[in-house]
């Protein structure tokens, strides 16, 4: 089966910019993740969809943060105006629902994000 | 606050011996456990999981679990050059999700 696809790989971009990413699920996974990993750090979950509901946004800085999920498959994550402590690398990851805490998620390759 | 603690490393550890990694966890509620590798500039990569107490088994690798003093480990034997990576210990948690420690960069040196 076709992996988590994510793009773009790589961004650069000024801070106070906008900058936008996608996320396409494995195919008939309803649950969707986006995490965000500073070097050195480990990921640190900034939402959750099932479907295209929001089960967690706790962490996500939604004075700056958005994302949605339409349709209930694809998704996009925009940060606007970007700061220059948003650079990281922002990972997709999708399981079938409920699966997750039994065998743990997939990533996508990430879309490393560079502000400068 | 929930959180999956390790040591941050570097671990360095000489070709085929054994390297060992550990991480403690906070919610008691936790069940499964998770390792992943993390390769530089790469996305992280699931290598194990583990549910009960004790030792599981799979090629080179074990994952152990003590839920009593919540405490999960990585064994791995005959430590290679290809396994210099980071190491990620992750939990699950409420609805499904599962949060992440900071990782142990591990470097086998020949």
């Known amino acids: 089966e076709a992996g988590v696809a994510q793009s773009p790989r790589y961004k650069i971009i000024e801070k106070r910019q906008s900058v936008a990413f996608w996320c396409n699920p494995i195919s008939g996974h309803a649950t969707l993740y986006w995490y965000q990993q500073i070097l050195g750090q480990g990921p640190k979950l900034l939402i959750q969809f099932q479907n295209n509901g929001v089960v967690d946004d706790s962490q996500l800085p939604k004075d700056r943060f958005s994302a949605e999920r339409l349709k209930g498959v694809d998704s996009t994550l925009k940060i606007q105006p970007a700061k220059l402590e948003d650079s990281a690398v922002y990972l997709c990851?999708?399981?079938?629902?409920?699966?997750?805490?039994?065998?743990?998620?997939?990533f996508g390759s990430g879309t490393r994000l560079t502000v400068v | 606050q929930k959180e999956v603690e390790q040591n941050s490393g570097p671990l360095s550890v000489p070709e085929g011996a054994i390297a060992s990694l550990n991480c403690t966890y906070s919610?008691?509620?936790?069940?499964?456990f998770f390792w992943y590798r993390q390769y530089s500039g790469k996305s992280p990569e699931l290598i194990m999981f583990i549910y009960s107490n004790g030792d599981k088994e799979d090629g080179r690798f074990t994952a152990q679990l003590n839920k009593a003093s919540q405490y999960v480990s990585l064994l791995i034997r005959d430590s290679q050059p290809s396994d210099s990576a980071t190491y990620l210990c992750?939990?699950?948690?409420?609805?499904?999700?599962?949060?992440f420690g900071s990782g142990t960069r591990l470097s086998i040196r020949p």
């Open positions: 992750a939990a699950d948690s409420s609805a499904s999700k599962i949060i």
């Open positions: 919610d008691r509620g936790s069940q499964s």
């Open positions: 990851a999708s399981s079938l629902v409920g699966e997750a805490s039994l065998y743990g998620y997939t």
